[in-house]
Nanobody, 124 residues
Framework: QVQLVESGGGLVQAGDSLRLSCGAS????????MAWFRQPPGKEREFVAR????????NYADSVKGRFTISRDNAKNTMYLQMNSLKAEDTAVYFC?????????????????WGQGTQVTVSS
């Protein structure tokens, strides 16, 4: 099994940037499809971004496309989410997720492994 730990969340102002990290232990990250999800206050968990194994193709939710960038450094066993031009509506708990199946796509229930989440709050 792989264990995931997110870091990098915090309180920022609209227009600022943050970089989230997801560190993995227990297994080699390169074996997994990786993704970021978020859960805004009072709402369902939603897809943010996904990165495949090799070649590292990426997918994004329309709401973050052009502002967020997902990446992975397999040598460091870490995945990142660079978030630029943050908006108040980006406020949420952000979770990283992993799965070995290539069918792990945009639904949370297709991922087996989850981190504990990190809070991102964007003030307007």
């Amino acid at each position: 099994q792989v264990q995931l730990v997110e870091s990098g969340g915090g309180l920022v102002q609209a227009g600022d940037s943050l970089r989230l990290s997801c560190g993995a232990s227990g297994r080699t990250l390169s074996d997994y499809i990786m993704a970021w999800f978020r859960q805004p206050p009072g709402k369902e968990r939603e897809f943010v971004a996904r990165i495949s194994r090799s070649p590292q193709t990426t997918n994004y939710a329309d709401s973050v496309k052009g502002r967020f960038t997902i990446s992975r450094d397999n040598a460091k066993n870490t995945m990142y989410l660079q978030m630029n031009s943050l908006k108040a509506e980006d406020t949420a708990v952000y979770f990283c997720a992993a799965d070995r199946s290539p069918f792990a796509l945009f639904r949370a229930d297709t991922y087996d492994y989850w981190g504990q989440g990190t809070q991102v709050t964007v003030s307007s």
